[in-house]
């Protein structure tokens, strides 16, 4: 199985797709403009103490007022809020806990109230992005994690990945671990650790002891509330996560970023370093991967199956509800149970690369094609817990109930991934009065005049529909060589498929969008 990463770069924002045997499989969307995402730290300030809650609220410089609950300060609480209280003004001198002595834990079924007040510094982590209406969720058990491994301050604990199965390699990484970490810092490795070098391990841990010194550097004469650590950004936290020995390529459409994934891959996946690829080709880096066309089919209400059936998703305020049909899916001389059984395996594949790509949280409930024999329904139960296997949110799947339900629960941690894959109606733009569609050509050559004319612009790009992209190119002489006698301009034509059919954008040499 052949993995790719796709990242395309503008202005706005980084987006970074996973494929899969060309088949996308996630999808990730970063702001250039981010703010309180999951893994940054921030110095915080407590407004308020809810104990009919066991919470707190809490100022991280969000519009909304950040929540803190009991469960979420983490046994280390006292040392926590010692260290940060000394940082802040100067008692405790270095980043390093060696000669720091631990404080009790707090009791696990505590108050807030007994261990946290109003108008307290407390050091947090963000661990679910405002969502809707709703602030940020903390906590104040903060980690840094790494390629191989996470840094927990303030125990001495060492963890190993239930994934990695062999007890030899779970002793040998425990004791290596315990070998040269520092005092009062614990670990969990993580799964990518298995079988690698020492040098490789401290080479990770040493860079995780370096971003905890910068916090407390940034901790230094700090005032609330102030983000002293940001977790990094979107595409190395991706790379930091998902990249194994099963990336093949790397394609990147921006040569500065392109530049930065090379960095990152020298400095934590030396062999890795040549698999980066600019792309050079002629439209947007995701059509010609294909990548927007599968965007169009994955984000609809309606998603199609290849065998033929189908899955309509809505979405509710409390969960989200899948139906199953079997649509135009024809049995051939198989039962109707046989058939009903492919196809809700299918649907079970289908719908757990979705959740991931749309990153839908919360409730879900699946409404699959009845099975009548309980072997059949264990098989569906089975094959969807398989399917959901590669899952990194944490998920609880339940057995199909006696209506061939299956009801899942899948943690979110920030906003879904919504993408309008409905069109306005290029003619009517949905108000039922019919524009001829070849009047777009008008407008095009009304706002090349302008960039032309009045502004005096040249090496301008006209991004379209593809559809519109053929009929302004093809032919002799194309509306492109006529621009090109009436303007003595030439105008690069690049086809968009995210595009609907009649938009189109002008842009300047930079790449960026020039207002008509």
């Known amino acids: 199985m052949s993995h790719e990463l796709v990242i395309r770069s503008d202005n706005a924002q980084v987006a970074i797709a996973i494929l899969k045997d060309k088949l996308l499989t996630e999808l990730h969307r970063e702001k250039t403009e981010r703010g309180f995402a999951v893994g940054d730290v921030y110095l915080a300030r407590v ?110 604990k060492v963890s190993i990945s239930s994934r990695i199965k062999d007890e030899e390699e779970r002793d040998r990484l425990k004791r290596l671990m315990r070998s040269i970490k520092p005092a009062n810092f614990g670990l969990i490795i993580r799964t990518n650790a298995e079988h690698k070098q020492v040098a490789e391990l401290d080479a990770d841990l040493k860079a995780l002891l370096g971003r905890w010194d910068t916090c407390y550097r940034n901790l230094r004469n700090a005032r609330a509330p102030k983000r002293v650590l940001g977790e990094i950004d979107r595409t190395s936290a991706v790379l930091r996560d998902v990249l194994n020995k099963d990336f093949s390529t790397i394609h990147v459409d921006d040569d500065q970023l392109a530049e930065e994934v090379r ?21 947007g880096i995701f059509d010609a991967f294909g990548i927007n066309k599968q965007i169009k089919q994955a984000f609809g209400r309606q998603v199609s199956l290849p065998s033929g059936a189908s899955l309509v998703i809505e979405k509710t305020e409390a969960m989200h509800v899948v139906d199953v049909n079997s649509g135009s899916r024809k049995g051939g001389q198989k039962d109707q149970e046989q058939n009903a059984l492919e196809i809700n395996i299918e649907a079970a594949q289908e719908i757990a ?164």
């Open 353 to 516: 690369r979705l959740l991931r790509l749309r990153d839908m949280g919360g409730i879900i409930a699946v409404d699959f094609i009845d099975l009548y024999s309980a072997e059949n329904r264990r098989a569906l139960h089975k094959a969807f817990k398989e399917a959901m296997a590669d899952d990194k949110a944490k998920h609880n799947i339940l057995p199909p109930s006696r209506f061939g339900v299956i009801e899942l629960t899948r943690q979110r941690v920030r906003p879904e991934t919504e993408i309008d894959t409905s069109e306005t109606c290029p003619t009517c733009g949905g108000s039922g009065e019919v524009q001829a569609p070849i009047l777009v050509i008008d407008e095009i050559e009304h706002a090349l005049n302008y960039v032309f004319t009045d502004k005096g612009m040249t090496g301008v790009t006209l991004c379209v529909h593809p559809f519109i992209h053929a009929y302004l190119t093809k032919g002799f002489p194309s509306r492109r060589m006529k621009w090109w006698m009436r303007w003595k301009q030439l105008v690069k034509v690049v086809p968009d498929g995210s595009l609907q059919f009649l938009d189109f954008t002008v842009k300047d040499k930079a790449g960026n969008d020039v207002p008509l």
């Open 263 to 283: 960095e990152f891959l020298e400095k934590h996946a030396p062999d890795k370093k040549d698999i980066v690829k600019v792309f050079k080709g002629k439209g």
């Open 47 to 156: 407004r308020k103490v809810a104990p009919g809650l066991n919470a707190a609220f809490v100022d991280v410089g969000h519009e909304k007022d950040a929540f803190l609950h009991y469960f979420d300060l983490g046994p280390q609480y006292r040392n926590s809020y010692k260290y940060t209280k000394g940082a802040v003004n100067g008692s405790v001198k270095d980043s390093l806990l060696e000669d720091w002595t631990l404080e009790t834990d707090i009791d696990k079924g505590g108050k807030i109230a007994d261990v946290v007040s109003a108008s307290q510094n407390v050091l947090v982590q963000i661990a679910k992005e405002p969502i809707s209406t709703k602030g940020p969720r903390l906590t104040a058990e903060v980690t840094l994690p790494g390629r191989y491994m996470v840094l927990v301050p303030f125990t001495n």
